[in-house]
């Protein structure tokens, strides 16, 4: 299944509900900092048309305030994100993970613990096999 393009706020709304689990809009607008907290009615058009994407669903109505939770798992948008950013760079890792060294994002500890993950998945594939 093909996972749905995010905007950031999107993501950002898809965030409260991986966090909080389900929520109403009003849960979800409130939960936004006071200063970059966006209108009712932004969030309202966002969360419906995260439905349209079948991103989240409606699970139960709480009197007149519908419930909302997701559908798609954070792993799969981070994916989705990830496969998108890194199209950019033809599918290279090679130029990003240059461009995070000397930006200073990068750490030892990032590239020890992303070679543990790769021997892993080089030991899981291989008993899968």
Same mark, same amino acid.
């Given at each position: 299944?093909?996972?749905?393009?995010?905007?950031?706020?999107?993501?950002?709304?898809?965030?409260?509900?991986?966090?909080?689990?389900?929520?109403?809009? @009003?849960?979800?607008?409130?939960?936004?900092?006071?200063?970059?907290?966006?209108?009712?009615?932004?969030?309202?058009?966002?969360?419906?048309?995260?439905?349209?994407?079948?991103?989240? @669903?409606?699970? @139960?109505?709480?009197?007149?305030?519908?419930?909302?939770?997701?559908?798609?798992?954070?792993?799969?948008?981070?994916?989705?994100?990830?496969?998108?950013?890194?199209?950019?760079?033809?599918? @290279?890792?090679?130029?990003?993970?240059?461009?995070?060294?000397?930006?200073?994002?990068?750490?030892?500890?990032?590239?020890?613990?992303?070679?543990?993950?790769?021997?892993?998945?080089?030991?899981?594939?291989?008993?899968?096999?």
């Amino acid at each position: 299944m093909r996972h749905p393009k995010l905007s950031k706020l999107e993501m950002q709304i898809m965030e409260v509900l991986w966090s909080a689990g389900p929520s109403a809009i @009003r849960e979800i607008q409130e939960s936004f900092g006071a200063k970059n907290r966006p209108a009712y009615t932004t969030v309202q058009t966002m969360v419906y048309r995260l439905e349209v994407k079948k991103a989240l @669903r409606r699970s @139960r109505k709480i009197g007149n305030a519908h419930i909302f939770e997701a559908v798609i798992s954070r792993d799969a948008a981070q994916r989705r994100l990830v496969d998108e950013f890194l199209s950019i760079f033809g599918g @290279r890792m090679q130029p990003v993970m240059a461009q995070l060294i000397e930006a200073g994002n990068l750490t030892s500890k990032d590239v020890a613990d992303a070679e543990k993950l790769l021997q892993e998945l080089s030991i899981k594939r291989k008993k899968d096999a």
